[in-house]
């Protein structure tokens, strides 16, 4: 059986777990990080020496962190043809949404964190929120015109691609105050909260703004 280490509700740990789940992978995630501690434990620091999450362990010993790679990893060992496109251009698009949505989706979701859960109410700053909002608009500009003629993001199917532009958009969605509208985005992100395991990693995963 894999193991995950990591907390549940890190979104990059998140990323790799809607990933297994969708894959059907028997797991076991070992809550790792934040109030769980154990990123400076040098066992955990000789696996991922970067002291972050997730990892991913299989029983042959084989490691490997950053959630990115991961994700393209156990697409591609599990549902080649798939979940991982199995052209070199279906997996090249792929790859460039995985990065491109890790590089201008994440912002927002750390901002979101900081501004949500880790501030008082009276530490917030509403003008970082304004920024973020305003900048991850864009991006999702970007995103509501890929999206207008296809229900995914590599085309007709769901694919690795959707995994980490779908699960940072969960705060996006979930964002109480009015946000700008793109229904491409919002129709994509019904299909993709439809989804079991999106549902079991992502959607239930995340904790709850108070
Ligand atoms: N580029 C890395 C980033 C890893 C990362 O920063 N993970 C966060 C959690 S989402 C972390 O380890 N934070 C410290 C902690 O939670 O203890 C990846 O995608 O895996």
Same mark, same amino acid.
């Given at each position: 059986?894999?193991?995950?280490?990591?907390?549940?509700?890190?979104?990059?740990?998140?990323?790799?777990?809607?990933?297994?789940?969708?894959?059907?992978?028997?797991?076991?995630?070992?809550?790792?990080?934040?109030?769980?501690?154990?990123?400076?434990?040098?066992?955990?620091?000789?696996?991922?020496?970067?002291?972050?999450?997730?990892?991913?362990?299989?029983?042959?010993?084989?490691?490997?962190?950053?959630?990115?790679?991961?994700?393209?990893?156990?697409?591609?060992?599990?549902?080649?043809?798939?979940?991982?496109?199995?052209?070199?251009?279906?997996?090249?698009? &792929?790859? /460039?949404?995985? @990065?491109?949505?890790?590089?201008? %989706? +994440?912002?927002?979701?750390?901002?979101?964190? #900081?501004? =949500?859960?880790?501030?008082?109410?009276?530490?917030?700053?509403?003008?970082?929120?304004?920024?973020?909002?305003?900048? &991850?608009? /864009?991006?999702? @500009?970007?995103?509501?015109?890929? %999206? +207008?003629?296809?229900?995914?993001?590599?085309? #007709?199917? =769901?694919?690795?691609?959707?995994?980490?532009?779908?699960?940072?958009?969960?705060?996006?969605?979930?964002?109480?105050?009015?946000?700008?509208?793109?229904?491409?985005?919002?129709?994509?992100?019904?299909?993709?909260?439809?989804?079991?395991?999106?549902?079991?990693?992502?959607?239930?995963?995340?904790?709850?703004?108070?």
């Amino acid at each position: 059986m894999i193991k995950i280490w990591g907390r549940r509700d890190g979104s990059n740990v998140v990323k790799a777990m809607w990933a297994v789940g969708e894959l059907g992978i028997e797991y076991d995630r070992i809550d790792w990080g934040g109030k769980f501690g154990g990123n400076d434990d040098p066992e955990y620091r000789a696996k991922n020496p970067n002291g972050r999450l997730p990892t991913l362990e299989e029983e042959d010993g084989f490691i490997l962190y950053e959630s990115g790679p991961i994700v393209r990893y156990l697409c591609a060992k599990h549902s080649m043809g798939n979940l991982c496109p199995d052209t070199l251009k279906g997996r090249a698009e &792929a790859d /460039k949404w995985m @990065d491109w949505s890790s590089l201008n %989706l +994440a912002n927002f979701n750390g901002v979101f964190l #900081d501004q =949500f859960f880790r501030l008082s109410k009276d530490q917030r700053d509403p003008v970082k929120v304004d920024a973020a909002i305003e900048a &991850a608009t /864009k991006m999702y @500009d970007i995103l509501e015109s890929h %999206l +207008a003629d296809r229900p995914y993001l590599c085309g #007709d199917k =769901f694919t690795m691609a959707d995994i980490p532009a779908g699960s940072l958009t969960y705060r996006w969605m979930t964002w109480p105050d009015s946000i700008p509208s793109h229904p491409n985005v919002k129709a994509w992100y019904d299909r993709l909260a439809a989804r079991p395991a999106y549902q079991k990693h992502v959607a239930q995963a995340n904790n709850k703004r108070e």
